[in-house]
């Protein structure tokens, strides 16, 4: 079993970072994909970066692409999400999941572990 927990979400204003952090425990997360999703009221969730378990691979939507940035610290078992000039429009609890398989993936029925997230609110 992989415990979750995410941390650095608040308030910010418009054109203000945060940088989220996403701490595993409970068992190694060798090989491990992982990603971070997002959901805000009345909308779908939706991933907004992904990672591979080396971190030589990401994806990022195109809503954040130049903006947001992922990483992660195996060392730490840390995952982690830079965010630069956000906007209101950026406003959501954000989640960061991980899974068994080794292969990127956007859908977020085909991650296996959640955390609880994390409030992220943009004022402007």
């Known amino acids: 079993q992989v415990q979750l927990v995410e941390s650095g979400g608040g308030l910010v204003q418009a054109g203000g970072s945060l940088r989220l952090s996403c701490a595993a425990s409970?068992?190694?997360?060798?090989?491990?994909?992982m990603g971070w999703f997002r959901q805000a009221p009345g909308r779908e969730r939706e991933c907004v970066a992904a990672?591979?378990?080396?971190?030589?691979?990401?994806y990022y939507a195109d809503s954040v692409k130049g903006r947001f940035t992922i990483s992660r610290d195996n060392a730490k078992n840390t995952l982690y999400l830079q965010m630069n000039s956000l906007t209101p429009e950026d406003t959501a609890v954000y989640y960061c999941?991980?899974?068994?398989?080794?292969?990127?993936?956007?859908?977020?029925?085909?991650?296996?572990?959640w955390g609880q997230g994390t409030q992220v609110t943009v004022s402007s």
């Open positions: 999941a991980s899974r068994r398989r080794t292969s990127l993936a956007i859908i977020g029925n085909e991650y296996d572990y």
């Open positions: 409970g068992r190694t997360l060798f090989g491990f994909y």
């Open positions: 990672i591979s378990w080396s971190g030589s691979t990401t």
